[in-house]
């Protein structure tokens, strides 16, 4: 192979260097845009931020500027994001496992069902608020924790089944030959090989469902209903904290402002801490994974 003339060379390493710097610029604004939204919204909450805060519900008077807290907002949100997270799971694996292993990737099935989960993710969340209060005014309910579970399930689904989809695609089809050279079923390659090389991913598609469903509003607004008191089951209206948030910062007096942005900040933290425990639940499986 003849070397490069100096002319070429020259100009090959002035593009390698402007992409190096392009990207290290990208990576300092997307660092810098994190740190001032989180440092904006830490400021502003430490005046209202208190272990009763987290600790009490809200009392009367509360949207005036009194006492209270926002526990029934912090629990309200857990459970809500939790159930729906679940419900979108069983929805979503054995729908990934149908298209991966008991449809080749040249289906028309898989390709028309991969189309309609993208088309379900691009639709805004207050749609699936609305589909969702329609199901409620027909069936003759009324604004619960189920009925706000079952919305954001809805939401979370297509978001869950595209990340754990193409997880699973990238594993490689020596394995499911393997598998299958080795007398088992399609459902045990999906079980044994399948879920457990891409547990990882898949445990990043849920937290990544996760965390859209603990921190959308425009879903639970009809469906889910607004309360100051911590639900006792799943027909009792629940608050949760985007919810908090909103009504919070619509009022004119500056003490409840504060606590929409301590509010803010604890939303926010609980989305870390699951991230952070999900990444050291995600090094625990990859221990399966074939690399």
């Not at 604004?29 to 989180?38: C, D, R």
């Not at 208190?50 to 009392?59: D, E, W």
């Not at 207050?126 to 005014?137: C, K, Q, R, T």
């Not at 459902?187 to 603990?214: C, M, N």
């Amino acid at each position: 192979m003849k070397p490069l003339p100096d002319a070429r060379l020259n100009r090959r390493k002035r593009t390698d260097r402007a992409f190096r710097v392009l990207a290290l610029a990208s990576a300092a604004a997307v660092l810098l845009s994190l740190v001032i939204i989180l440092g904006a919204i830490l400021w502003k909450s430490l005046p209202a931020l208190s272990l009763s805060m987290l600790t009490r519900t809200p009392k009367g008077g509360f949207y005036l500027g009194k006492e209270g807290g926002i526990l029934n907002a912090i629990v309200g949100s857990l459970e809500l994001a939790i159930g729906a997270t679940a419900i979108a799971f069983l929805l979503s694996l054995p729908l990934v496992l149908y298209l991966n292993v008991y449809k080749g990737r040249a289906s028309k099935t898989a390709v028309w069902t991969r189309f309609f989960l993208d088309v379900l993710w691009g639709v805004p969340s207050i749609v699936y608020g609305a589909f969702g209060f329609i199901v409620m005014l027909a069936l003759g309910l009324r604004a619960s924790l189920l009925a706000g579970m079952l919305t954001v399930a809805l939401l979370e689904f297509p978001i869950m089944s595209r990340a754990i989809d193409e997880v699973m695609r990238l594993v490689p089809r020596e394995l499911k030959e393997a598998s299958a050279s080795l007398g088992a079923t399609r459902f045990e390659t999906a079980v044994k090989v399948l879920v457990r090389q891409s547990a990882p991913g898949i445990l990043t598609g849920v937290l990544l469902a996760f965390g859209r469903g603990v921190g959308d509003a425009a879903s639970v607004l009809f469906t889910a209903g607004f309360t100051d008191r911590v639900p006792g089951g799943l027909l009792d209206p629940a608050a949760t904290l985007p919810l908090a948030i909103f009504f919070q910062l619509g009022t004119p007096f500056p003490e409840v402002r504060e606590r929409a942005y301590a509010s803010a900040a604890i939303l926010t933290l609980i989305i870390l801490v699951i991230s952070l425990a999900g990444r050291a639940l995600g090094r625990k499986a990859t221990r399966h994974v074939v690399k």
